[in-house]
């Protein structure tokens, strides 16, 4: 696998692009709308499209694994690294969190970390939809990293 990072740059439309954008495109416009800092990288491989960009005090990660139906788009940003303190009261609040306040969204854990993130396959994905999933997880790791880090963060 050969891939590289690159610094992501406004998406431009050409005369060669469709009526409706690509994937990809949606994607990027979303991510220019909501990065910071010039921050938005993005990495295309064999494998797909993998995507970082800050926003407040997180990280957000999208990825593509490609553009057919039967691909993902998955969006996830770190919130609290593991271990951490009381992790039954942590996870019993992270359950409750995932039935309330998350949306489309949850909570999981990915490694060592405790991620926010949502996923669902390409077929039938709407600009809408990109928008609204990037937007959530953004969000909620923005507004929910400091608190989980102050509660039960190691220190």
């Not at 050969?2 to 949606?26: D, F, G, H, K, R």
């Not at 770190?78 to 992270?94: C, D, G, I």
């Not at 994905?125 to 989980?148: C, F, K, M, N």
């Amino acid at each position: 696998m050969t891939s590289e990072l690159n610094t992501l740059t406004a998406p431009t439309l050409t005369e060669s692009t469709s009526v409706l954008p690509s994937i990809v495109e949606m994607i990027e416009t979303v991510i220019f709308s909501l990065e910071e800092q010039d921050s938005a990288m993005v990495s295309r491989s064999e494998e797909g499209y993998l995507w970082k960009f800050k926003y407040g005090t997180v990280e957000v990660f999208v990825q593509l694994t490609g553009k057919t139906d039967e691909d993902t788009f998955t969006v996830w940003s770190s919130v609290l690294n593991l271990p951490a303190k009381n992790e039954s009261q942590l996870m019993r609040k992270l359950l409750k969190m995932n039935w309330a306040d998350t949306f489309e969204a949850r909570f999981c854990i990915l490694g060592d970390n405790v991620v926010v993130s949502t996923t669902r396959v390409v077929a039938e994905l709407s600009p809408g939809e990109i928008s609204r999933h990037i937007t959530v997880v953004a969000t909620i790791a923005d507004e929910q990293d400091e608190l989980l880090q102050e509660e039960f963060g190691q220190g």
